[in-house]
């Protein structure tokens, strides 16, 4: 068996700096599955120190009631009470539950927080990969569909047994959101968090220099073949490369479509990146539109101060008229040869 497994951390959204630009305070961690990058201008050192550890708390704290791996999280119990009663959730699980249904509705559920039983099926990250038969993803098709997660105020419920929530598409940019918040309640103006690809800046790297974002290649994760400045906004990017594995001359990916329960290619989509306000939203909306289509491209221009870019296999790039017109943007492109 011809097998490849690559989890791509910095997914392929990558910030690029110049040696000759002031030095910033970073700090790494690894939380939510992925790693996690705080950067900004440290004028007080200890005030930033205070920030940067209050940010990764936040996102901790996120993460222990989103995670569906954690036995404890708010998740994990909603999951494994499905079909029975109504469960009791925090303020922030409410409400990502409820945007994601949003976006569920939008996309007539290319986007489904229930796709999990399908996930649970693709062992992405065991060292032998067995595919699922089809039987098995036919059954777990039965247990996927959106409007079967109720919510009434403070309380959800999964209305039948055998349904399960997986967050990973909008809970982690839930959690650059707030851990921004929070930088900007202790008083820091310039800052960016990377979530593994997931990602917003505020401010200016320096007086004269904005944060420059670099679009990492789908097919060779050591090139870029775009990049554009950023501030205060949010940018998401779902690719077929961020986890993934080869059998037999065919890829497998994790962005599976909860219309089939396997890796969305009916699309010829590799790499969807959206640009929004949140990074929730740019989040949601990045897997949708890799699981839609760049046709999906005419219903993103709806959305308010929100655009997209949409690269296939061939290497055809469509975007959405403001996506090329963001500050300092260039486009390289595949170059000959590279498309693979």
């Not at 839609?292 to 491209?297: D, K, S, Y």
Request: proline content about 4%; overall charge neutral.
């Amino acid at each position: 068996m011809n097998r490849f497994i690559q989890i791509l951390i910095l997914s392929t959204v990558l910030l690029v700096s110049c040696s000759q630009e002031e030095p910033l305070a970073r700090r790494t961690q690894i939380l939510m599955g992925t790693l996690v990058e705080i950067a900004l201008k440290q004028s007080d050192a200890e005030k930033s120190r205070q920030a940067v550890d209050l940010a990764f708390d936040e996102i901790k704290r996120i993460e222990n009631l989103f995670s569906s791996y954690l036995p404890d999280s708010e998740i994990s119990r909603l999951n494994r009470n499905a079909g029975d009663g109504w469960e009791t959730l925090s303020p922030e699980t409410i409400e990502v539950l409820k945007r994601a249904q949003f976006w569920s509705e939008w996309s007539q559920g290319a986007f489904d927080i229930t796709v999990g039983p399908a996930v649970s099926l693709w062992k992405f990250d065991e060292a032998e990969i067995i595919l699922p038969k089809s039987e098995e993803i036919e059954s777990a098709l039965n247990l996927i569909r959106y409007k079967d997660l109720q919510i009434q105020g403070n309380q959800a419920r999964l209305a039948r047994k055998g349904m399960s929530v997986q967050l990973g598409a909008i809970g982690k940019g839930y959690a650059v959101d707030r851990a921004i918040k929070i930088l900007q309640d202790e008083g820091i103006s310039d800052a960016f968090i990377n979530a593994g690809g997931d990602l917003k800046s505020i401010g200016m790297r320096s007086p004269k220099v904005p944060w420059r974002i670099g679009l990492q290649h789908p097919r060779y994760p050591d090139k870029m073949i775009g990049a554009f400045s950023l501030s205060r906004r949010a940018i998401a990017t779902s690719g077929d490369y961020q986890k993934y594995f080869i059998q037999e001359g065919q890829r497998y990916h994790h962005i599976l479509n909860p219309k089939t329960g396997r890796p969305a290619d009916e699309n010829g989509v590799i790499s969807a990146t959206v640009l929004a306000n949140s990074v929730m939203d740019a989040d949601a909306l990045a897997t949708a539109l890799f699981i839609m289509g760049p046709q999906a491209l005419e219903q993103i221009r709806l959305i308010e101060n929100t655009e997209a870019m949409v690269i296939l296999k061939t290497g055809k790039t469509f975007f959405t008229p403001g996506f090329q017109t963001q500050p300092g943007f260039i486009y390289r492109g595949f170059e000959p040869g590279m498309i693979g």
